[in-house]
């Protein structure tokens, strides 16, 4: 049986226990009929020109775990960015785990997608914002929908400040042969709110996992995102994200996604302008080695007069991996004094390592600031002579300017622990020995 | 220290050096005058081993060791520094970082194990005082954003902390104010000893002032036209290069 014709008749199975007259289960139906009719994508589709699912979808997969997995904290720790002193939302096999994580709702929510869809204290704002911003014919995000059950929820109510960063992390245990996630998450941060957020997906065992996320962000005035994910999964592991970010008058939203590992990973990045002086940012940490591959697919479409956005992407290919950047920049005619740059660098290592980079800029407005700039190459040739004339040997000195290269996009990383973290896991992946710092 | 014997490079097909014989013995400091286009910073990077520049004939022995059978990283190791005259920017690297990942280089090359974190810190903070370098400039990234002058007294750190056998000082007055100038002239005249060199190559007498050479040569049109004691740079500063041009 194809994959497809299973996600579609274990429907039933999910239905169970399920209140089927609820509006958020009618809204689960309707997307199945959208997946249904579409399927995968293919690499027909031109924004899955470049990244095929087909090996993926051969093979089989569980949808729902047979029995639930334990994990011990003395494992996973090292995973978490800190022991305390974050919010936590965990999940083992796409099932939560009460003793890994740390909710609240105390001033805040952090909590359980499950338990927002179904509580009717969450009524009003499931509502107002579950599927409403997705868009309705991509069938992944319909695929997603169909299944949305379990993820994290949050809420960030008028101005409140998160005091604590979240982690939102996803483990898969190895225990099923193969395992198909598909985990929702809804954040809310209301007026003048801010908020920081951790998101990552790690296998703990080798084991084919295959996970399509999806994440609906809504940003209200003056509120501000700061947003990591991390990537940096066995290379079993593959990872298809689609966030999508509506953001209000003087909002500003930063992601930054740090694509370190993993199989085959598809990051779908929307932005969407509702008000006027916006700001979005996007940057991206990609090192890639074997037979990996990663595929950004950025959008930010600028609906609003005076908004900015800044998309900044570095990617290192070693070996036989592949990386696309696909960028897409979208002015509307009334988005006037519109500043938009888009940058995307790229080393290849090795000869056999490939990237296909498109910045694709549609604009309508007259007055406005878009620049793209993309490059693809080798190492400057002046800097390694200088390094190697200081004694530096080619090997390491190449190690060396490849991780400058990288660390340059870590400047804006707003947790110190997690930027001093990061700094050392792009230096182990490129054989670099950091030392101290003055 | 360092013997070149009828040295003929090329850059891009270009005959450049035709025919340099150079001796400079240790504990002595050689400066290399000449006008512009002479082949000054064509003799430092043939030292160096630039593979841009390719030695067409001749020889260059550094402590009887052939340079031509070694790359640029194992002439470093065998003592050679060259402070370069335009210094590349590294970004994403600090001072410290770049500093240390070149002496444990050189360390794992003769044998040694990494220097122990403590030792460098002490070392760098030392050096740093003698240059009158504010720490924090050590943290930031190697050369990114630093004046013409900073990126010098950059360079002259870096040879102040690998103690190298033999100094090629490529243009190092060139963007320096004066107070600048001492101060760099004063850390390599404290790192000068009995058993290191030190090569001078300069357009101008003004360096000289401070670190006063042995020798003086002056390099025209690919060849040593002149060599001389310390006056003949105070020669060649009041009559300009022009009379030397016709010696050639």
């Not at chain 2, 050096?17 to 400079?24: Q, R």
Request: glycine share 6%; net charge negative; with cysteine.
């Amino acid at each position: 049986m194809e994959f497809k014709e299973k996600l579609l008749s274990s429907y039933l199975a999910f239905e169970e226990g399920l209140d089927l007259s609820d509006s958020v289960h009618k809204t689960r139906a309707k997307a199945l009929k959208i997946f249904e009719e579409k399927g995968f994508p293919t690499k027909k589709d031109e924004a899955w020109k470049y990244t095929s699912l087909a090996s993926l979808i051969s093979q089989d997969y569980s949808l729902f775990p047979k029995s639930e997995a334990t994990i011990e904290l003395k494992d996973v720790r090292k995973y978490f960015l800190y022991d305390t002193d974050t919010y936590k939302v965990i999940f083992i096999d796409g099932v939560y785990s009460p003793f890994l994580s740390n909710t609240t709702h105390d001033g805040l929510d952090v909590c359980l997608m499950s338990a927002a869809l179904i509580k009717p204290k969450y009524r009003k704002l499931i509502n107002a914002y579950f599927n409403k911003m997705a868009p309705q014919d991509d069938s992944l995000t319909a695929l997603n929908t169909s299944y949305a059950k379990e993820g994290a929820f949050i809420y960030i109510p008028k101005s409140t400040v998160a005091e604590k960063p979240i982690e939102i992390i996803h483990f898969s245990s190895g225990n099923e042969n193969a395992l198909w996630l598909q985990p929702r998450n809804l954040i809310v941060v209301d007026q003048n709110a801010q908020v920081q957020i951790i998101e990552r997906h790690q296998s703990l065992k080798e084991h084919p996992v295959v996970t399509n996320s999806v994440s609906e962000i809504y940003l209200h005035k003056d509120s501000f995102l700061d947003y990591y994910k991390l990537q940096n999964d066995l290379p079993s592991a593959s990872l298809i994200d689609s966030t999508y970010i509506h953001q209000e008058k003087n909002s500003h939203a930063s992601v930054h996604t740090f694509s370190l590992g993993g199989k085959l990973i598809r990051n779908n990045l929307n932005y969407f302008h509702k008000g006027e002086h916006a700001l979005s940012t996007l940057k991206g940490v990609t090192i890639l080695e074997g037979k990996q591959h990663v595929d950004h697919s950025t959008l930010v479409h600028h609906a609003q007069p005076n908004c900015e956005s800044h998309q900044d992407y570095k990617s290192i290919f070693s070996n036989r991996s592949e990386g696309v950047f696909n960028g897409k920049i979208l002015v509307d005619k009334i988005a006037q004094k519109t500043n938009a740059f888009q940058q995307n660098n790229n080393i290849l290592i090795d000869d056999n390592a490939t990237v296909n980079t498109k910045p694709q800029l549609e604009i309508f407005a007259d007055d406005v600031k878009c620049s793209h700039g993309c490059t693809i190459g080798q190492l400057n040739e002046e800097v390694l002579f200088y390094m190697r004339s200081r004694g530096i040997p080619e090997k390491e000195a190449k190690a060396l300017m490849t991780y400058a290269f990288a660390n340059n996009v870590l400047d804006s990383v707003q947790l110190p622990s997690l930027k001093k973290r990061i700094n050392q896991q792009i230096a182990n992946k490129l054989g670099v020995n950091l030392g101290f710092e003055l | 220290m360092l013997t070149i014997e009828n040295l003929h490079a090329q850059v891009e097909g270009k005959d450049i050096l035709k025919g340099i014989d150079l001796d400079v013995k240790a504990g002595e400091v050689h400066a290399i005058m000449g006008p512009n286009g002479s082949g000054k910073s064509t003799l430092s990077s043939a030292i160096a081993g630039n593979e841009d520049y390719q030695v067409t004939k001749g020889k260059m022995l550094l402590k009887g060791t052939d340079l031509a059978e070694l790359n640029a990283e194992e002439r470093a190791h065998l003592g050679v520094f060259i402070s370069f005259q335009y210094p590349v920017e590294i970004p994403g690297v600090t001072v410290t970082n770049f500093i240390k990942t070149a002496i444990n280089a050189h360390r794992k090359a003769n044998g040694l194990k990494d220097m122990p974190a403590s030792e460098l810190l002490k070392k760098i903070r030392d050096t740093a005082k003698l240059l009158e370098i504010d720490s924090k400039f050590l943290s930031r990234s190697l050369n990114e954003g630093f004046s013409g002058g900073e990126k010098k007294r950059n360079e002259i750190f870096q040879m102040a902390m690998l103690e190298p056998s033999l100094a090629i000082l490529d243009e190092t007055d060139s963007g320096l104010d004066i107070d600048a100038l001492k101060i760099v002239a004063n850390g390599v005249n404290k790192l000068k000893s009995k058993d290191n060199a030190v090569v001078v190559i300069t357009h101008y007498q003004r360096l000289l002032e401070y670190i006063v050479p042995d020798f003086v040569h002056v390099l025209f049109d690919g060849r040593i036209v002149k060599s001389g004691t310390k006056e003949l740079a105070h020669e060649l500063e009041a009559k300009g290069y022009d009379w030397i041009k016709e010696l050639a």
